[in-house]
C-alpha cells in the first residue's frame, strides 16, 4: 500500500482490494510533492480516470480547486514543452532559436525578459546575441564573471528574490540601461550527456517570484531544447567555415595574382581589416640589411614610408620572439606608445600582432590589426589571421622576387645600354633579340635592321668567323674569344675589335641562345702601332689603360740591363755608316725581341748600346731572374748571329753586359712636348759601370750582388771581386754568370771555377804565395779564363807590395 498522500500504483484500485474509506487530506500540501512533481507522478504511473477521481475524493474543495489549477499550469507548461519541440525541431539558424527560446521561456514563466547565455571552448566565454533592429549584436566575457558565470562554473541553479541584496549581482547595467531588475532565476544548460552547454537567465517574475516549479520548468524547457542548440551552433560553425573557406580562396586568389609590391600590400591590409572585422591594418616588412622594420602601406595613416628598430614597439617584439600578441585593452601593455595616438587622435582600444612566416619558417615581417569592432580579438581571430598570413607570406616573397628580377632587369639592360662595348643577344634560333646603342654604332647598322633579324644575315662571308665562333660555343658551352679580329660592314668598311660568344642559360642550366659582344679597337690598334716604333708594347698598353696615370714619377726598385758592343768604334770605321746601320738593325731586332719575350721593357738605344728595364710600370717577383736570362739568351743568340755574319764574309761581334738591381726614380721625364719613360738613379749607373767592367774582367756577363741575391738556384755563377766603382765610396761583390757555356766554349768548367773559388779565398786572406798556385792551376785548365790571369798578376804585384793592414780585398775601378 502506498504512504500517506502517495499516489498508488496502477492496479491498486478498489478491484484489487477491499474497498476503504478514504481518509481525509486536510490540505494539498500533505500529498507527496506539490505542483509539477504531483503532477510528474501521475504521468508517471500513468493514472486512469478512476485513480484521478479517487485522488480527487481525498481532497477537500479547497484543496481540489488548488490541485484543477496546478493541473491547468502543468498542462499550460507541457504545452510549452510541445512549443519548444515543434517551434525548434527544423531550425538551424542560431540566431532564431535563441529568439524563439527566449520567447517561448518568458511567455511560459511570464517573465519580463530572457537572456540565453551559450559557452564558446574556444574562448572560454559566455556569449549571448541581442536582436537590434535588423542587426544582431553578440555580447561575451569570461565564463567565471557574474550570476551567469557562477552558474556555468558550480552548475547549480540560483533563485534571487531581490537582486539587489545579492553580491554577484553587478547593478551598473541597470544604471547604464535604465532597467530595474527585482529578482532572477537562473539555470544551467545541459546536454543528454549532462554537459553544461551554457546558462539561461530569466528577469523579473510578472507576479511574486520565481519557484522551484518555475526552474524545474526552465530546466525542462532548456534541457528540450539543448540538441537542438548543438545542433545549430554546429550548423553555424560548418557554415562559418564554409563562407570562410571560400572568403580564404577569394582573397587567396586576388593576392596571388598581383605581383607589384605595393599593390600588393594595399590588398593584404584591405582583406585583414575585412575577414577580422577590424578598424584598419599594417603590414610591416623587415629589411635585413638596415634591421628595421618599414612599412609605406598603414590603413589610415597615408602612403608615407615609416622605419624603425626590428626589436621596438609591439610589432619589434612579435618580431624578435616570433609570438603572437593580442592585447585586449593596448593601453594597459606597457609597450604601447601612446604617442601615436595623441599626435593622430586615434584612440587604439585592442591590438592583435601576428608574425608573418615565409616556407622555409623565417619570419619576413609583422601584421598589426587594431581595434576589433564588437570587444577584443579572439582566438578564432587569430587562427584566421595565422591561415591568411601564410597565404600572404607566398605572395608577399613572389611579389618582392618579381620586384628584384625586374629592378634587376632594368639594372642590367640600362647597364647593357651604357656599354661602349656593342652587345647583341640572340634567342637559340640565332635570332637577334636586343642590340645596344654602342652594338648599333660599331656595326653601323640600325635598331631596326638588327633586332630580328637571323644573324646569318649580318654576319657571312668574310665575316662568317662569328658564325664558327656560335657554333663552337654552342657546342661547348664556353665562352669563345677572338682578338685582334677584323669586321667587314656593309659598306666595305673594316672595323677591328676583339670579340666574345657567351652562351645564355636559363636556371636548369638549359642554353636560350648566346651574347655577342664587341669591342671597338680601331683606334687603339692604330695608335698602338705608332707608338710601339718609339716605346715597348707593355708601356704603350699601359698608357693606354690608365691615360699614363700610372708613369708618373715614383720611388720603385727594377731591375736594369745594360749591353754594349765592344770595339764599336774600330769597327764602324772598317764597315762605314751604311753597313754599320744595317749591322745595328739586324743586331737590335734579334735582342728587343728577347727583351721583350721575358717581360722587360726597352728603356733606350745609346749608340750601340742597349738599355733595358724589369719591374715597370708593373713589377714581377722574378724580374731579376729575367733579366739575368735575357742576357743569357742574348750571349746565346749573338753566337748564331756571328754564325751567319762569318757564314757571309762579315766580322764578328762581341758584346759586355751589365746588370743591377735597387731603388731608382721611374716615370716620364722630359718637355710636355717630347716625354722619354725612363728610369734615372745610382742603380741605373751602376748597371752601366759593371757592363764597362765586363772589358777589364773579360767576362760577358756580370751582375751586382743585389742581383744575385735574388736569382733562384741553379745558375751558374762565381763571385769575381769586391770593386768600388767610379763615383760610389762604397764597395759593391760582383758575380760572373757563366750559364751560356758549353764544354766547347770553357772545358772543365765546373774543376776551374772550384780551383778559382780556393784561390779567391786564399787571396782575400793575404795567402799570396797559395793563391797563386791555385790560379795558375786554374790556368792550365783554362789559359783563356782571364780573371785568374787578373788574380794571378795581383798577387805578385802583393807579394812584392803588402797591402795596407787595414786592406780588405777591394779593387777601386779607374774606368767608368
Not at 545542433?231 to 598581383?258: P, W
Not at 590603413?299 to 603572437?324: H, L, N, W, Y
Not at 768600388?724 to 772545358?747: C, M, N, Q
Request: one cysteine or more; proline letters at 4%; glycine letters at 6%.
Amino acid at each position: 500500500m502506498p504512504e500517506h498522500g502517495e499516489i498508488p500504483a496502477p492496479g491498486e484500485g478498489s478491484e484489487n482490494r477491499p474497498a476503504q474509506t478514504p481518509k481525509p487530506v486536510e490540505s494539498l500540501g500533505q500529498l507527496s510533492g506539490t505542483g509539477i512533481n504531483l503532477v510528474s507522478q501521475i504521468f508517471a504511473h500513468r493514472l486512469q480516470q478512476s485513480d484521478v477521481e479517487r485522488i480527487l475524493a481525498v481532497l477537500s474543495a479547497t484543496d481540489r480547486q488548488e490541485f484543477v489549477s496546478k493541473i491547468g499550469d502543468l498542462l499550460k507548461r507541457i504545452s510549452a514543452l510541445l512549443d519548444v519541440y515543434n517551434r525548434i525541431a527544423d531550425v538551424l539558424s542560431l540566431d532564431l532559436l535563441l529568439q524563439r527560446l527566449i520567447e517561448i521561456i518568458t511567455e511560459t514563466l511570464n517573465a519580463d525578459r530572457t537572456t540565453l547565455y551559450l559557452y564558446d571552448p574556444e574562448s572560454r566565454e559566455l556569449f549571448s546575441r541581442i536582436a537590434q533592429g535588423e542587426l544582431t549584436r553578440e555580447i561575451r566575457f569570461p565564463s567565471h564573471l557574474g550570476i551567469a558565470g557562477s552558474v556555468f562554473s558550480t552548475g547549480e541553479h540560483v533563485i534571487i528574490d531581490d537582486c539587489y541584496a545579492d553580491a554577484r549581482f553587478n547593478p551598473e547595467v541597470d544604471r547604464k540601461t535604465g532597467y530595474r531588475t527585482r529578482n532572477m532565476l537562473c539555470t544551467p544548460m545541459r546536454n543528454k550527456r549532462k554537459q553544461i552547454i551554457g546558462v539561461s537567465q530569466v528577469l523579473n517574475k510578472a507576479q511574486g517570484h520565481f519557484s522551484l516549479d518555475d526552474m524545474a520548468m526552465l530546466e525542462a524547457i532548456t534541457t528540450q531544447a539543448a540538441a537542438a542548440l548543438e545542433n545549430a551552433q554546429l550548423h553555424e560553425r560548418v557554415e562559418k567555415a564554409r563562407r570562410e573557406e571560400e572568403k580564404m580562396l577569394e582573397v587567396t586568389n586576388a593576392i596571388s595574382t598581383e605581383l607589384q609590391l605595393e599593390p600588393l600590400l594595399h590588398k593584404i591590409m584591405q582583406v585583414t581589416t575585412q575577414i577580422l572585422e577590424a578598424d584598419r591594418s599594417t603590414l610591416f616588412l623587415h629589411d635585413s640589411k638596415t634591421k628595421e622594420l618599414w612599412s609605406r602601406v598603414g590603413m589610415g595613416i597615408g602612403s608615407k614610408e615609416i622605419r624603425f628598430p626590428d626589436s621596438a614597439g609591439i610589432a619589434g617584439s612579435v618580431f624578435t620572439s616570433g609570438q603572437t600578441l593580442n592585447i585586449p585593452d593596448a593601453y594597459r601593455d606597457a609597450r604601447f606608445n601612446p604617442e601615436v595616438d595623441r599626435r593622430t587622435g586615434y584612440h587604439t582600444r585592442n591590438i592583435l600582432c601576428m608574425p608573418v612566416v615565409n616556407k622555409a619558417g623565417r619570419t619576413i615581417g609583422v601584421t598589426q590589426v587594431l581595434n576589433k569592432k564588437g570587444g577584443p580579438f579572439t582566438a578564432e581571430d587569430e587562427r584566421r589571421l595565422r591561415a591568411f598570413s601564410a597565404q600572404a607570406a607566398i605572395a608577399l616573397e613572389n611579389a618582392q622576387l618579381f620586384e628584384e628580377v625586374t629592378n634587376a632587369r632594368n639594372y642590367n639592360e640600362s647597364i647593357v645600354k651604357s656599354l661602349s662595348n656593342g652587345v647583341v643577344t640572340l634567342n637559340a634560333d640565332r635570332i637577334v633579340i636586343k642590340a645596344n646603342d654602342a652594338a648599333v654604332k660599331i656595326l653601323r647598322e640600325t635598331e631596326q635592321s638588327l633586332i630580328g633579324h637571323p644573324i646569318a644575315e649580318l654576319f657571312s662571308g668574310k665575316n662568317a668567323w662569328i658564325l664558327d665562333s656560335l657554333s663552337n660555343v654552342a657546342r661547348t658551352g664556353t665562352t669563345d674569344l677572338a682578338l685582334d679580329s677584323d669586321l667587314v660592314l656593309r659598306d666595305g668598311s673594316r672595323v677591328s675589335v676583339n670579340s666574345a660568344v657567351v652562351p645564355l642559360i636559363n636556371i636548369k642550366n638549359e642554353p636560350i641562345g648566346s651574347m655577342l659582344i664587341f669591342e671597338d679597337i680601331s683606334s687603339e690598334k692604330r695608335v698602338k702601332s705608332t707608338m710601339a716604333r718609339y716605346m715597348s708594347k707593355d708601356v704603350v698598353d699601359k698608357l693606354l689603360e690608365d691615360g699614363g696615370d700610372t708613369l708618373v714619377g715614383s720611388d720603385q726598385e727594377v731591375t736594369i740591363l745594360f749591353s754594349d758592343i765592344r770595339n764599336f768604334t774600330t769597327l764602324s770605321e772598317k764597315i762605314g755608316a751604311r753597313g754599320t746601320v744595317s749591322m745595328l738593325n739586324s743586331y737590335f731586332a734579334e735582342m728587343v725581341d728577347i727583351v721583350f719575350n721575358h717581360g722587360g721593357i726597352l728603356d733606350k738605344y745609346i749608340g750601340d748600346a742597349l738599355m733595358a728595364i724589369f719591374g715597370t710600370p708593373f713589377k714581377k717577383p722574378d724580374d731579376p731572374e729575367n733579366a739575368v736570362a735575357v742576357a743569357i739568351e742574348m750571349i746565346l743568340t749573338l753566337r748564331r748571329y756571328n754564325a751567319r755574319r762569318i757564314a757571309e764574309r762579315q766580322e764578328p761581334i762581341d758584346i759586355g753586359i751589365g746588370i743591377n738591381t735597387g731603388e731608382v726614380v721611374v716615370g716620364n721625364i722630359g718637355s710636355p712636348k717630347r716625354m722619354d719613360y725612363t728610369v734615372i738613379g745610382d742603380g741605373v749607373n751602376l748597371a752601366a759601370r759593371l757592363e764597362s767592367a765586363t772589358k777589364y774582367y773579360g767576362t760577358q756577363i756580370l751582375i751586382s750582388e743585389a742581383t744575385c741575391n735574388r736569382l733562384k738556384q741553379g745558375r751558374i755563377i762565381r763571385e769575381l771581386d769586391l770593386i768600388r766603382v767610379k763615383g760610389k765610396a762604397k764597395p759593391i761583390s760582383v758575380y760572373e754568370v757563366l750559364d751560356f757555356h758549353t764544354e766547347a766554349t770553357f772545358p772543365k768548367l765546373t774543376e776551374t771555377l772550384r780551383i778559382f773559388e780556393g784561390g779567391y779565398r786564399r787571396y782575400k786572406d793575404r795567402n799570396w804565395k797559395e793563391a797563386m798556385a791555385l790560379f795558375m792551376q786554374a790556368l792550365n785548365l783554362f789559359p783563356q779564363d782571364k780573371p785568374s790571369k787578373i788574380y794571378y798578376q795581383r798577387c805578385l804585384h802583393y807579394q812584392a807590395n803588402p797591402p795596407d793592414p787595414s786592406w780588405s780585398g777591394v779593387w777601386t775601378m779607374t774606368e767608368k
